[in-house]
């Protein structure tokens, strides 16, 4: 059943005529009758007595007041899709990495509400799985997370390169690390770590790195915030390995210390252990103007900061 079809039925019972109804409708006589024809055939009844004048059936009784719903709900729904892919959109959600949120977001959110003062911008921090998941799940339009090639090489996904960045050590101002110029894997493994939790990009890099270089590593506990990080580094000889963006506060802070990560030559970005952070929206949310421009705005601010 099509709209088109139920279209035809009603145009038949306003007119009383599969001509005059075809006048209506801009369609010739016979498109009409095909229409209507085939309504029949799906609901398997006849719907119109075809006589001089057409004239409803019992059926078509029935189906008159369902299908006058049927189409005012249509032309609801065609108004709203014209709304929307003409920038008409009430509120776009974005979900970020919390450093990403804290630091990397502020000005531009800024931007985008003084140019779109009617769009709601609702942002949520989540750890880069979770993120990706509710932007699978149509709950969000745009993702700001970790890349992580096996979750974001959906066909219908689009991916663009933000930013790499350093990931460090944070440990406490008296711990025995605290005054050295650099570390290797090697003397991490010595410690007890703080890492995220799981679904945070960040656990899987830590895991990936001490495993693929031969060490185990000794996790103390997990969390999911920076406050907490730095508030349990603070106490004593756990350490955590962090990214740049989300060791800021920590640089103003006297009771902790960062000390950069000395990887072999061939490892990665200038010898560095490092992430990638990506942009993300889908194929058909790109086609609308609102989530287009704030995506545009964050990637092309994305390489001014990569250069």
């Known amino acids: 059943m099509r709209i088109e079809q139920i279209k035809a039925f009603l145009a038949v019972s306003e007119t009383g005529s599969f001509g005059q109804a075809a006048k209506l409708c801009g ?13 029949e055939v799906h609901l398997k009844t006849a719907l119109f007595h075809r006589q001089a004048q057409a004239k409803l059936t019992v059926s078509g009784e029935k189906l008159l007041p369902h299908a006058r719903r049927i189409c005012q709900e249509w032309e609801k729904v065609e108004e709203k899709i014209q709304e929307l892919l003409g920038g ?38 989540l750890g ?20 992580n090639k096996y979750l974001t090489s959906s066909s219908d996904m689009i ?25 290797t894997i090697a003397e ?9 939790k799981d679904g945070y990009g960040m656990q899987r890099i830590v895991q990936d790195i001490f495993a693929s270089n031969g060490f185990e590593l000794e996790v103390a506990m997990e969390l999911n915030t920076l406050d907490a990080f730095r508030g ?56 609308i103007p609102t989530v287009r421009d704030f995506f545009n705005l964050v990637y092309e601010y994305g390489k001014t900061k990569d250069k």
């Not at 991490?188 to 995220?196: D, E, M, T």
């Open 188 to 196: 991490l493994a010595k410690y007890s770590q703080v890492i995220f």
């Open 88 to 125: 008409e959109q009430p509120e776009l959600c974005v979900a970020a990495i919390h450093s990403v949120c804290a630091y990397y977001l502020p000005p531009l959110l800024q931007d985008f509400c003084k140019n779109h003062p009617q769009v709601q911008l609702r942002v949520t921090a």
């Open 128 to 147: 880069s799985d979770r993120a990706l998941k509710v932007l699978r799940d149509g709950l969000v339009d745009v993702a700001l997370v970790m890349n």
């Open 232 to 287: 349990v580094i603070r106490q004593g000889n756990l350490i955590a390995l962090l990214p740049e963006l989300a060791l800021q506060e920590s640089k103003l802070d006297p009771t902790l210390a960062i000390i950069p990560i000395n990887m072999p030559s061939n490892y990665s970005i200038n010898s560095q252990l490092t992430r990638e952070v990506v942009l993300i929206t889908t194929k058909d949310r790109l086609e």
């Open 159 to 183: 991916v663009k390169h933000l930013y790499y960045e350093a990931i460090q050590v944070l440990v406490s101002n008296n711990h025995p690390l605290a005054t050295q110029k650099n570390v």
């Open 27 to 39: 369609v010739t006589q016979s498109t009409i009758s095909r229409q209507v024809q085939g309504l």
